[in-house]
C-alpha cells in the first residue's frame, strides 16, 4: 500500500491544551511493498506516527492518503473497510486473557469474516492449519491451545505479532514488536515479519527502539525526533553521527536497550458493585 | 538534655494531617443522619418493649415446629418448581430485553469514538437506548405484576412478564457498566483492525468480561427468586402465592418450611455462581 504524508500535523485526543503537537508537519513517502524502520527517542511520535497511519488519529492538518485515497473523506463504512487492510499492531499485545492462543491469533482474520463465519470459528476455529503456521513461524506452535493468560509477556507479544500474518492486510504498522522478547528472540521475530512481508509485497512500518535492529533488517530508517523527520535514508548512508544527533540527550537509548515498557499481564475486569433492590 | 524534652518540633511533624478532617467528616455525617431518623420514626428501643416482645414472640413461636405434612410437602415441592420455573423464564425474556440493547448503548463498540468524539448520530441513538433501560428498570416489579394480573389473570405470566421488564432493564444498565469499566484496549484493537461490532464483542469483549457477566446473570436470578415471592402475593403465582395464604391463616409452621426451602434456593444459586465463576476464571 502507497503511503503519502505531506505537511502532518497530529495530537493527541488526551493531550491537553498548549502541549506540542505529537506530529509537526510531517512528510514521509513510501512505496507500495517497502520496508522502513522508524526510530528516535522516547517521545518523538513513533506511536503517533503509526496511529496516523492506521487511520486511528485524524491528522490536525496536512495531507494524508493510502493508495491515493484520503481516508478521512470516505464515509463512515468505507473508512472501516480501509481499516480492514491495515493491521496495527500495538506495543502491548491486545488479547483477552481468558482467549486460547488460535482464538486470538485468527482474530486478525475477522476483517475478512462475515459475523457467521466468526462465529463458527468461536464453535470450532476455521482455519487451524494457517494459525499452528503463523505461530511456528514465532517458535509456538506448542502454544496453539493454551490459554492466552498462562503465558509470558515475550510469548504473548510474539503471538500478537503472529495475528499479523493472518490479518488480509496490504500494510502492517507494527509498534515496538520487540520490546518484551530476548535478543534470539528478537532477531527471530524481526526475521519473520520482514521476511514475510517481503514475499506477499505488504508494506511495513515498524518503530524500533532497538537501532542495531532496524539498520540490520531494514533497507531505510526513518529518524523521528520531536515529532519531525530527522533524516530519512537507506540504512547504508545512516552514519553514527546521525544516530548521536537523533539520540542527542537521550544517549542511554541509542547504546543500552531502552527502558521496557511494563507489560501488565492481562486482567478481568474490575468487579462492579452489585446491587439487587 | 534527655529524650523527653527534645523532641517537640518532630513530634508535631510525626502526627498524621489527615485526622482533622476524619473527625470532622465523622461529626459532620452524624448530623446529617440525626434529621433522617427523625424523618423515618427510627426508633428501634420500641421493639424492645414487653408488648411488642410479646407479639412477635408468638409470631416467632408459631413458627415452630415447621409444617411437614406429606400433601403440604408436595404442594410446596410442587410450587417451589413453578418459583424457579418463574425466575428462570422471567430472565431468559429479559436477557432477550437486554442483550440487543446492551450492544446497541455500550460506547465500548462505537467505530466513530475510536478516533476522538462519537458521531452524533450513534451519541443519541446511545443515549436514547439508555432512557429506555431507565424506563424499564424504574416501574417496579410489583407495578408491572399488577398491571398484568389485570391483562393476563392471576397465574404464573404475570410473574414472568414483570421479571423481565424490570429485570431486563436493570440487566442491561449493569451489562453495560461492566462492559465499560473493563480494559477498552483489546476491543479497540479489533475495530482498528477492521473488525465489525459484533465481532469485536465476540472476539475481545466478551472472553474479557465473561465471568462477571455471568456471575452478575446468576445473582441476578436469585434476586428473581425472591422478588417471584412478592410478586406472588399480588397472585402472580408460585411459593409467593403460597406464602400469602399460610400468613393469612396464621399457619407460622408452613409460613417456616416454605422459608427454609428458600433459604436453600438461594444458596443454591451461590454455589452455581461461585462454580461458574472457578469455571470460566
Known amino acids: 500500500m502507497k503511503i503519502e504524508l505531506q505537511a502532518v500535523s497530529a495530537r493527541h485526543p488526551a493531550a491537553r491544551d498548549g502541549a506540542p503537537a505529537a506530529l509537526r508537519a510531517l512528510d514521509l513517502r513510501v512505496a507500495d511493498g517497502e520496508s522502513l524502520a522508524v526510530i528516535g527517542p522516547s517521545g518523538a511520535g513513533k506511536t503517533s506516527l503509526l496511529q496516523v497511519l492506521a487511520c486511528a488519529l485524524p491528522p490536525a492538518q496536512g495531507r494524508f492518503t493510502l493508495d491515493g485515497v484520503a481516508p478521512w473523506a470516505l464515509p463512515r463504512r468505507a473508512l472501516q473497510g480501509l481499516r480492514g487492510r491495515l493491521f496495527l499492531a500495538p506495543q502491548v499485545p491486545p488479547l483477552p486473557p481468558r482467549q486460547r492462543v488460535v482464538t486470538a491469533v485468527l482474530a486478525g482474520r475477522l476483517p475478512a469474516w462475515g459475523l457467521l463465519a466468526s462465529l463458527r470459528s468461536l464453535f470450532y476455529p476455521s482455519d487451524i492449519p494457517a494459525a499452528h503456521d503463523a505461530l511456528a513461524r514465532f517458535d509456538l506452535a506448542d502454544k496453539l491451545f493454551e490459554r492466552v493468560d498462562r503465558l509470558s509477556g515475550g510469548e504473548r507479544q510474539r503471538i500478537g505479532l503472529a495475528r499479523a500474518l493472518l490479518a488480509p492486510a496490504r500494510l502492517w504498522l507494527i509498534d515496538e514488536p520487540l520490546s518484551a522478547l530476548d535478543p534470539t528472540r528478537a532477531q527471530q521475530a524481526m526475521a519473520t515479519l520482514v521476511g514475510v512481508a517481503r514475499e506477499r509485497g505488504i508494506t511495513l512500518v515498524a518503530t524500533l527502539h532497538q537501532v542495531d535492529m532496524a539498520l540490520a533488517h531494514f533497507p531505510r530508517i526513518v529518524g523521528l525526533r520531536d515529532g519531525a523527520v530527522a533524516f530519512d535514508l537507506p540504512t547504508a548512508q545512516v552514519t553514527p553521527e546521525l544516530l548521536k544527533q537523533l539520540y542527542a540527550q537521550h544517549e542511554d537509548e541509542l547504546h543500552g536497550p531502552a527502558p521496557e515498557l511494563a507489560d501488565p499481564a492481562p486482567t478481568a475486569a474490575l468487579p462492579v458493585v452489585m446491587h439487587c433492590r | ?281
Request: one cysteine or more; aromatic letters at 10%.
Open chain 2, 1 to 281: 538534655m534527655n529524650a523527653s524534652a527534645r523532641p517537640t518540633p518532630q513530634a508535631a511533624a510525626l502526627r498524621d494531617p489527615a485526622w482533622a478532617g476524619r473527625v470532622f467528616w465523622i461529626g459532620a455525617t452524624l448530623v446529617l443522619l440525626w434529621p433522617l431518623g427523625v424523618a423515618t420514626e427510627f426508633r428501634p428501643w420500641l421493639l424492645l418493649q414487653p408488648d411488642s416482645l410479646r407479639v412477635s414472640g408468638h409470631f416467632m413461636a408459631s413458627f415452630m415446629p415447621p409444617a411437614m405434612a406429606p400433601d403440604f410437602l408436595r404442594l410446596v415441592a410442587r410450587e417451589t418448581w413453578r418459583t424457579v420455573a418463574i425466575a428462570t423464564a422471567g430472565i431468559t425474556l429479559a436477557l432477550c430485553i437486554a442483550w440487543p440493547l446492551t450492544l446497541m448503548s455500550t460506547r465500548v463498540l462505537s467505530i466513530s469514538a475510536l478516533s476522538g468524539r462519537m458521531a452524533r448520530g450513534p451519541f443519541w441513538l446511545r443515549q436514547g437506548l439508555r432512557w429506555v433501560l431507565i424506563v424499564l428498570r424504574s416501574v417496579p416489579e410489583l407495578v408491572w405484576a399488577l398491571v398484568f394480573v389485570r391483562v393476563v389473570g392471576l397465574g404464573a405470566t404475570a410473574g414472568v412478564l414483570a421479571i423481565a421488564l424490570t429485570y431486563g432493564g436493570m440487566l442491561g444498565k449493569v451489562y453495560g457498566e461492566i462492559l465499560e469499566s473493563g480494559e477498552a484496549h483489546v476491543t479497540e484493537a479489533l475495530l482498528r483492525n477492521g473488525g465489525g461490532r459484533l465481532q469485536a464483542f465476540f472476539y475481545a469483549l466478551l472472553p474479557q468480561n465473561a465471568a462477571e457477566l455471568t456471575s452478575y446473570t446468576v445473582y441476578r436470578w436469585e434476586c428473581a427468586i425472591r422478588s417471584s415471592v412478592v410478586l406472588g402475593f399480588v397472585g402472580a403465582g408460585g411459593l409467593g402465592q403460597q406464602m400469602d395464604n399460610s400468613m393469612k391463616m396464621f399457619n407460622g409452621g408452613e409460613v417456616a418450611t416454605m422459608l427454609l426451602v428458600f433459604m436453600a434456593l438461594v444458596a443454591l444459586a451461590d454455589h452455581t455462581s461461585a462454580w461458574l465463576r472457578r469455571a470460566l476464571g
